[in-house]
């Protein structure tokens, strides 16, 4: 592939590589076929990005509920694609920014990028980076509007660019237009299925034997979770939410099983 | 506990200390379990912060009603946690802020945060902080935007981070999404039971023997707190202002015990 | 009482009681019992200021109609606290600031109250020093959120602080949050009954014998104020309005007591 | 009258004077006693202000319909005063002026006012000099604010203040508190009736004979002035318009009084 | 007659010159008895301005759809006057200005005016230079007030000021008070008969006679322009737009009628 | 033609020479009517430029859905007009201008165009050089009104201008007032049968003839195009989509046309 031949060799630029080790901090677990889905189809846009000469532009939105896992799979799907350039924009290091500053490191990224004939550029959190908030609705439209001419402008000529973004909020993302600006666009679901959560449970060998046990009974009744606390209601978790869940019932000593399941209960009451 | 022995030994910041001492000018009085439940979850998370490694940023948020002691609360868990670094943001220190001074102050809160192991962050009044008006609504977006990607950034790797925020407006944070960013929530609540006030006017001594007793003999009529005079409208008082009826009774001299109960009334008729 | 003991002498600011005494240019006439309840309660809480270490601050704000004599009654519950710091924060002073030097102005004027060991500061018309206006609504958010955290902030340990605002506007008071903010509020009355009127016209002394008995007569019909020329509507008068169309009658050389009694019939036809 | 041996002869200021007699072009004709009743009152409430001390601030609120007359009846009321001091806030000298040199001006001018021991300031229309549109609607807050305080504030001890304002919105006034602000008001009539047209023609002396005669027989047919191209349709007519369709009608050399009467007509069709 | 006399040889402004000179670059072809009526008014007011002491200023607003000749006629209309001073506010040399700026602008040719005692303004499109946008609605209004207040501002005494208008949106200019600030106004009529249309394509004789023939016999069936094609709908034409499909139509060179009268059909379909 | 023998030998600008053949990268396939439509007829207008003396200025909006095609059609007809001066107009060039700047920009490309005899600027993207959203809406007005007076503008006297626009957003577009600001629009269609589209993947020669033949087969089925799983759903695609999904489909070795008529598929479900 003649790219390849081509390019520079540019390192990819240290600070980010630190920000995509952070992001996949507990790794990804392939806890059900979505999953695998997002990986394989990211895997194809990183060729065509590599062999077309027709769209030297291709770019993918993560869109799935709060902490489903979606910065986790960006940086995995960034990561893979082994481009010479790969960067992240992320509004955890535009804390306070202006307007402008914002703009203006988020077109210094693209700059970049143009300058290496393969580049990667992660964009999380697109609501965040925005200033979206509901109320309002209000929101920064010189961010909004640089970017959607930076996510649809071709990079020059002889130059390729995939861009992976991520968003909590896809109905805002549509009435915005960036979910229209991005080539493609994936789905990242929630677990709903006791299997899966089970799947996370022993790889990460959270309890010990008789209280996994106890948790296994607990979330196997079904196909569909439905915590016997809730009544009729359909439980459906982020994988960023069930590591917190662990976590805190890991704490207490005795009745961690009960814990984790009083806390699932909590989650469904609070939704 | 691996932590202990690695954690640089940051003196907690000077200022900070007296104004945690200010927020619990009146101590905690025990007046019924929820505020038990909430200083032993409080620990809970202490203790979830100091031993995870899957996460290492926790955050909690005290709401509840005017007035109902969340300040003093928070106060109280933050120091309880014995982590080298704690520190305040409160709307006290910044009157007449710029939106971004503010947001550079807290910024740096976070920052000096980071380069200790194991810190604790207070955010008070978290309302008066985004300049939350209903009217409009009003709020500093840019102060919001910065809270909700700090409460959710992890700490460096390595370092713990433990949050408590406090807000009477539970329906406004679940709207402007601050809710959503906090990993857990705990409910402070209003006294409704003539013991549970009673608890409190005995533990101040505030009243003589017989002054209390007439006190006593108006409270304890049922169980859930109806004044006399407001007829089917039941009380619900923050312990706040419920030291403040107390006191401004006080300085009658001769039928403080009146004055205490017709001040109970005013409350019910402004509500 | 051991904060006399204690406090410094500061001498209360030379501007501030020229200005206290323009408040009061006419006295108090005590033309009801409405108004020896404000005072004799504004002695309470003077009282419970100096008294109570449970509750450092306490704040009071006397809500009333337009022209009710409102500033003037605070002017004179600041000026009995006997307290040595007494301030007012005024609009009158504040024409044309820009919104950070009204904030400036008025933060200094707290942070003058915290060096004195008891503190009295009166803020007058707050939806004058907020830019109220109804239309839009508009306001100035900046010093509405340095008002409602200033009104709530404790003074320092050991120091005491008293504070009087004054309000035409009640219902926005509240919308704002700023009538939650203070601790006690007193409502200032208007004057609905002949008795009331004649009260305050015969202390001015404004008529000859003839013209006050023709007033006198005209007045005394019923125990509400309903005057003749409006049909089945009762007038509802402010103190400061009486002076205003007591002072235009008296123009009139020989028929003062007719113009008056129209000035009033005017008044019922205008609102 | 003891203010008068007291007052210093300050000047009143040139550049004013020459904008009063600007306002009174053409005079003030008397065609009707509502004019006569407007002149009275401001006599009464000039000797307000000079004798009253309970009431140092007296002020007036000009309002009627766009082109009636306000200018010229306020610039009239203000020299008739014969005040030392006397001054113009005008629209017309503030073209293009910030918000803030507006308000500088206008505070400028109270400032000289306050130094004179008698004083009047014609404020004349206000709703320019709000800026306001009601689109939106769309006004200077900061020049209302201003205004609202500046109106209220009494001079200082020992000082008179007399206050004219003009409008030609009054229900927009009342909106945004200004008609409140003024202690009185006068009401300005349009013309109704072909009497009082006929007695501003023959003043003016515009037309010819036989023309003159020709507009009277048109005028006279009835009590109130229903122009009969206008079918039911009665006129009502500012002074100042009268004026343009003389002027423009004068200029037909043949057949003015057609001319004039077709101006009365368009007028009724476009309102 | 005086002025003449009096007047100082004030030279146009050259600039302005050339833009009046563009703004007619068809001449005025008199279409119908509605620009007759239009260039008399005209006149009219031009002799009111130089011979009335009592109305020194005259203002005029020419309003109508989209291209009908309003600018046109406007500087037809100015440069007629023969008045020693004549120009031109136009949105054209003020694109990208600040409000500031353009206020500035406006105001130095109002005080240019005012020192020659015979001047004529012309304000062309004056929602374009209001920078008025109906979505929103947005406009600005400080422009827009200090339009008010110009159009409405005499001259000095002895000065007299003619001001000519022009704006397509006649019911905006009448929510924002532009349409009241002006003394008079004219209405610039859209073509709906076929003979219109003939009149103006037989004086620019744009076709060659078979062409014009075909044309000609098209249009003259009935009164009212009905194209074949629109069905029921009649034409509504402004002279502007039909020198747009003139243009257009003579491009082809062997069936420009065809076009021409298919041109037509667009425009009805569109509207 | 007599501008051709007066016309300056301007070079067209280097730069946006680049971009223009950038906005070209796959040529204009005719796979339809209305394409050849579009580019005679703008060979029309190029004409009606060059040759009329009564409209020196003539513009042509291309409207249509996103990814139909305009920006490339617009480059083309700028390109084919072979004028001496030929400029883009491109939001790609301007991001995170002020607006300030923006409009700098766009009046430097009009002046520069002024200063040649025969000139055509391309304005690329309307909506995004407006930064339009239509969440509020919001836009910027000062981009807004300088665009709509600068493509009404004529060029200076013996000067010509054509201005190409494109916009995805007619609707807005007729609101903003820009539709009409120019002089005409022609409409670019999406495909929406499938011998459309069999046209381009044969042109573009994407598959080998065995998944062309299956590709053939699926798409001919019918007049219009309807895919098979879409139900009763007619599906319309730009041109610029339907490289995305050639190429896309491409990159599986095996199975393409299977993939590219499930990209079809994606399409209909989406829209
Ligand atoms: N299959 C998986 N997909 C995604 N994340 C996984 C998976 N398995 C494990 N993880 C871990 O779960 C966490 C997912 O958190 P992440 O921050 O990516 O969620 P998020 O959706 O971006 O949350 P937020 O909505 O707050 O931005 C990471 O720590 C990641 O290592
Ligand atoms: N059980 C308790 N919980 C909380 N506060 C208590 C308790 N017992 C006593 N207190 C005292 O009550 C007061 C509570 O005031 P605090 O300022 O915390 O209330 P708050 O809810 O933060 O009020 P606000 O809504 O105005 O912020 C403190 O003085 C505290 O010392
Ligand atoms: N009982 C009384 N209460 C208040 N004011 C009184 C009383 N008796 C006499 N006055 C006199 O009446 C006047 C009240 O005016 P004041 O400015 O206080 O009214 P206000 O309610 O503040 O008006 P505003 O709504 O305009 O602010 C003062 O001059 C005061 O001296
Ligand atoms: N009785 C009268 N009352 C007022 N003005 C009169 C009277 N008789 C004659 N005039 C003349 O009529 C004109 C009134 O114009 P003036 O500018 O005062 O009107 P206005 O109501 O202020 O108009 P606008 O609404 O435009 O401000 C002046 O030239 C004045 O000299
Ligand atoms: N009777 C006429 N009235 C006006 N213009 C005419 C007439 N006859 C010919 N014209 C020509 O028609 C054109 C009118 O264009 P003009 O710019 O005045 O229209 P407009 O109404 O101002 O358009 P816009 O609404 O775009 O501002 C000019 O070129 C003018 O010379
Ligand atoms: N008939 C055609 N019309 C337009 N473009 C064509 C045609 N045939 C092939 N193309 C190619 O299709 C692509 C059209 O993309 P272009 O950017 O012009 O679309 P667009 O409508 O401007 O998209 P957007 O709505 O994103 O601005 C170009 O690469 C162009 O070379
Ligand atoms: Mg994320
Ligand atoms: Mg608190
Ligand atoms: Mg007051
Ligand atoms: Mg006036
Ligand atoms: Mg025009
Ligand atoms: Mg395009």
């Excluded at 009960?258 to 699932?264: A, E, I, N, V, Y």
Aim: aromatic letters at 8%; charged letters at 25%.
């Amino acid at each position: 592939d003649f790219e390849n031949a081509l390019e520079e060799v540019v390192p990819a630029f240290g600070v980010s590589l630190e920000m995509f080790a952070k992001c996949t901090l507990n790794g990804i677990v392939e806890w059900g076929p979505s999953i695998e889905r997002i990986l394989s189809d990211g895997q194809l846009f990183v060729q065509q990005v590599r062999n077309s000469k027709r769209t030297p532009l291709v770019s993918v939105l993560l869109e799935g509920a709060p902490k489903t896992g979606k910065t986790a799979l960006a940086a995995t799907l960034a990561q893979q694609s082994d481009f010479p350039l790969i960067k992240m924009i992320s509004p955890e290091t535009m804390v306070g920014y202006t307007e402008a500053s914002k703009v203006s490191a988020i077109n210094k990224v693209f700059e970049d990028a143009y300058k290496s004939q393969l580049s990667v550029i992660m964009i999380d959190d697109i609501e965040r980076l925005l200033d979206y908030v509901p109320i309002g609705p209000r929101f920064s439209n010189v961010v909004l509007q640089s970017l959607l001419v930076l996510i649809q402008k071709p990079p020059p000529s002889g130059h390729k660019l995939f861009i992976i973004g991520t968003t909590s909020d896809r109905r805002t993302m549509r009435d915005l237009g960036v979910f229209d600006a991005f080539s493609h666009s994936l789905h990242v679901d929630t677990m709903t299925h006791g299997d899966e959560l089970l799947k996370v449970i022993r790889e990460v060998d959270a309890f010990n034997p008789s209280e996994t046990a106890a948790i296994e009974s607990a979330l196997s009744h079904g196909n569909k979770l439905k915590v016997e606390l809730c009544g009729e209601t359909f439980i459906s978790l982020g994988i960023k939410r069930l590591y917190m869940l662990i976590e805190m019932a890991r704490q207490e000593e005795h009745n961690s099983a009960d814990r984790f399941l009083q806390g699932l209960y909590d989650v469904c009451k609070l939704d």
